[in-house]
């Protein structure tokens, strides 16, 4: 392994993703901009469908390049013994962690966005407001084109450095870090699963939440309905992301306090939250009931936001902070 010409690599690689993607993100800044703009302009109706799917395609197009992104880095980034000079394999980054999450989860709204207009366009103003408020996030906050997966990278250069600077001491332990995240974090199965059933939950709630608004702001029915359907299809996912994790948790964090985490107790807290939306609407014929039934929708709904940024703002396990 030659530690140097890897790294050389590797910054031929970022160029190229700077290359292709660059332009896709800003241009998909641009179009979000104006997506937020027009959401809630009646006239505009027809210009936002067709903004809509500007977006849409766009964040495809970027998925695209992102895939072959990870496929690239995968054959690059070996993790080679200092000892033995054995390779102990690849790391498998997922598409869905640090830079690319937020990119992810507009991917996801955007398709889901598709899928509803039809069948309630009236839900579109607040939807696309959603998607461009993400899409600006997943460009302006994540650059996932021009500055990926920072945390790893550094994490892989900085073992490459410590290889090449022939203290065999700092290759061994740069060494044992790297496989340790390449066994336990980026090639797990957990972390091909876990992630992208959060991530459709998270599109589903939504959806969910903007029919809510819809409710509360016109008290139709109709509208409770559709908000219940998606926050349902959202639930299923996140009931099993959140089983999947635990098992993954036990194993990989063996020795930490990962259960104080920040992060795990505000995802059990939008679990519960959701769970008792869902069986509140057992009595939503009582008067009044809709009400608390509304409210609770969307305090999970503020939960869900907060789990997010707990990742960013509070110390733990399950942390970037």
Known sequence: ?????????LTALLQALARVGGPIQWALL????????????????????????VVVGLLVSGEVALVWFHWRLYEITAVVSPVTGETT?????????ESEKLFVWALILGL???FAKRHRPELMPGVCFSLALLTIGAVLWGQPFTDPLPQFLGQYRGYLAATASGDINAAVGAYQGMEGSRAYYYNTWYMWIHPPLLFISYGAFVMSFVATLFMWRRRHSAYEETAYRWARLGYLPLTFGMLLGFPWAILAWQGDSWWWSGKVNMSIMMW???????????????????????????LSFLVLVLTYLTTYIVPGAHSYA
Do not use: C, Q
Request: glycine share 6%; aromatic share 12%; charged share 15%.
């Open 112 to 114: 889901m966005a598709l």
């Open 1 to 9: 392994m030659n530690p140097v010409s890897i790294d050389t690599e």
């Open 272 to 298: 519960l939250l959701y769970t008792a939306y869902l069986h509140g609407r057992l009595y939503l014929r009582r008067k009044g009931m809709w009400r608390w039934v509304a409210l609770l929708a969307m």
């Open 89 to 97: 394999g690849h790391v498998a980054v997922s598409l869905w962690v």
């Open 30 to 53: 641009a179009s979000a901009v104006f997506l937020g703009l027009v959401s809630f302009v009646p006239s505009l109706e027809k210009i936002r469908e067709r903004t809509l799917w």
